[in-house]
C-alpha cells in the first residue's frame, strides 16, 4: 500500500506515534516538495519530517526528531532522540545518528557510519554569511565513529572507518583507520592497534571493522 497525497509519498510504515508531522512545508522555496519515505517506518512521537526530502526503508526516530527538507536519507538509518538533520544533507544505509546530534546543512554522511550522543556539525567558516553554508558541510566516510560531544567543523573529511575520540574538536581531514582525539584533534594510532577491553590478546577491530572478541 502506498499512502498518497500532492506532497506526500509513503509506503506501508511500521508505526506512526500520536504526535507525529509528516510533511511539515518549508519556508524555502525548493524545486520538488515531494515527501517519499520507504517502507517500515517506525516514526515516534514528537518528530516532524518536512516536505522534499526522500527516504528509504526502515527509518526509525526517537521522539523529537526533526528532519528538514531537500535530505536524501538512505536505507535502515536510525535516528534517536532530540536529534536535527538540517536540509540539503546526504545520508546513506545503516548509519546511527544517536541522541543531540545536530547535522549542519549540506553535511554528507556515508554508509555504516555512528555518530555518537551530542556529536555538533558545522558548516558555517564565517558565522553569519549564508553564503558560506553553501560551502558545504563535513564529509563522514563510510564505517567512521564520531564519539560523544564531538565538534566537526567545516568541509573537514572524516576518512573511512577512522574513530574520533569523545569531546574532540576536528578542525582538519582524518586519515582512514586513524583514531584521533583532543582539541583540535590530532592522530594518535590506527584503528586496529586498538585492544578490546574485554579480551586483553585480541584486537577491538580488524581491518577498520568490530572484531569479534572472544569469538574463538
Known amino acids: 500500500m502506498l499512502e498518497k497525497t ?27 516538495p515531494t515527501l517519499r519515505i520507504g517502507r517500515g517506518a517506525n516514526l515516534r512521537s514528537g518528530t516532524v519530517v518536512y516536505v522534499g526530502t526522500t527516504i528509504g526503508h526502515g527509518l526509525q ?22 536529534s536535527v538533520i538540517d536540509y540539503g544533507c546526504r545520508i546513506g544505509n ?21 555518530l555518537a550522543p551530542g556529536v ?28 560523544v560531544n564531538v565538534t566537526i567543523l567545516p568541509r573537514v573529511v572524516i576518512g573511512e572507518y577512522a574513530l574520533v575520540g569523545a569531546g574532540s574538536v ?16 590530532r592522530v594518535a594510532t590506527s584503528v586496529d592497534e586498538i585492544d578490546c577491553p574485554l579480551h586483553p590478546d585480541e584486537k577491538a577491530y580488524v581491518n577498520g571493522l568490530k572484531n569479534r572478541c572472544g569469538a574463538h
Not at 558555517?124 to 560551502?135: G, I, V
Not at 576536528?170 to 584533534?185: E, F
Open 94 to 114: 545503516n548509519v546511527k545518528i544517536h541522541s543531540n546530534v545536530y547535522v549542519a546543512q549540506f553535511t554528507t554522511i556515508e554508509d555504516d557510519a555512528f
Open 61 to 82: 526516530t526517537g521522539h523529537n526528531v526533526v528532519i528538514r527538507e531537500e535530505n536524501v536519507i538512505g536505507d535502515n538509518v536510525g535516528i534517536w532522540s532530540n
Open 6 to 32: 500532492d506532497l506526500i509519498l509513503m509506503e506501508d510504515p511500521g508505526s506512526v506515534d500520536e504526535g507525529v508531522t509528516i510533511g511539515y512545508p518549508t519556508g524555502r522555496s525548493i524545486p520538488d
Open 120 to 147: 555538533s556539525v558545522a558548516n558555517d567558516m564565517r558565522p553569519l554569511c549564508a553564503e558560506c553554508t553553501h560551502a558545504g558541510g563535513p564529509t563522514i566516510k563510510r564505517g567512521a565513529r564520531i564519539g
Open 170 to 185: 576536528v578542525t582538519k581531514d582524518v586519515p582512514p583507520y586513524a583514531v584521533v582525539y583532543g582539541n583540535p584533534a
